[in-house]
């Protein structure tokens, strides 16, 4: 997917999230912490291509890491959304004052990238470093993909007219569910580390 594709994409995600109220904390949050902080991180998993975006603007960062793990490879993980946590929690001072709703926000954004790669041939190794390659190909990787465009505003106008605080399903409830246990679960990970 391009540069444009994952920033639409991951706006829309954005608005799909706060209106479903996909976790209590983007439920509660500021749309102006939560759509620039997705926006913000949308294009980090492509850090792994030295001529995607942002890659050519850190080449410094974006060679190494290309060398090291290719091309969707370890940045477009769960283990790498994980890790990036793990290391924000245990590594940022405390005095930094991140809002929770914002942390939420780049989380999303960095998840938009991997789904919307996933929507190419190519997939995504979602369980790496298990190769499996996770694809639903719906989309071609090309510049002016007039079919990626139009698929990232439906999405976005989809999120826009769900009314905020859509009605309660089994689907939303389950992701809901989900994510709050990974939620605890990372906490307790994060307090133990901290604790030592």
Not at 39 to 52: A, E, F, G, N, Q
Not at 119 to 129: E, F, K, M, S, Y
Request: glycine share 6%; proline share 8%; net charge positive.
């Amino acid at each position: 997917m391009t540069a444009e594709g994952h920033l639409l994409f991951s706006i829309a995600c954005a608005v799909f999230a706060k209106n479903v109220e996909l976790t209590p904390v983007l439920a509660q949050g500021d749309w102006w912490h939560i759509v620039p902080a997705a926006v913000l991180s949308c294009l980090m998993p492509d850090i792994d291509h030295p001529k995607s975006f942002l890659g050519q603007r850190i080449p410094w960062v974006s060679r190494p890491v290309a060398r090291a793990f290719g091309h969707r490879g370890f940045t477009h993980s769960l283990l790498a959304v994980f890790a990036a946590l793990t290391l924000f929690y245990l590594k940022v001072p405390e005095s930094w004052v991140i809002p929770a709703d914002a942390i939420q926000g780049m989380v999303l954004g960095y998840l938009s990238h991997i789904l919307a790669d996933m929507l190419t041939p190519a997939g995504v190794p979602l369980l790496w470093p298990c190769r499996w390659r996770f694809r639903l190909p719906i989309v071609r990787p090309q510049k002016g993909n007039q079919l990626e465009r139009a698929l990232c505003i439906l999405f976005f106008c989809y999120a826009l007219w769900l009314p905020q605080s859509a009605p309660d399903n089994e689907a939303v409830r389950w992701s809901s569910w989900v994510i709050s246990s990974l939620q605890t679960g990372f906490d307790r990970f994060i307090n133990h580390q901290m604790g030592q």
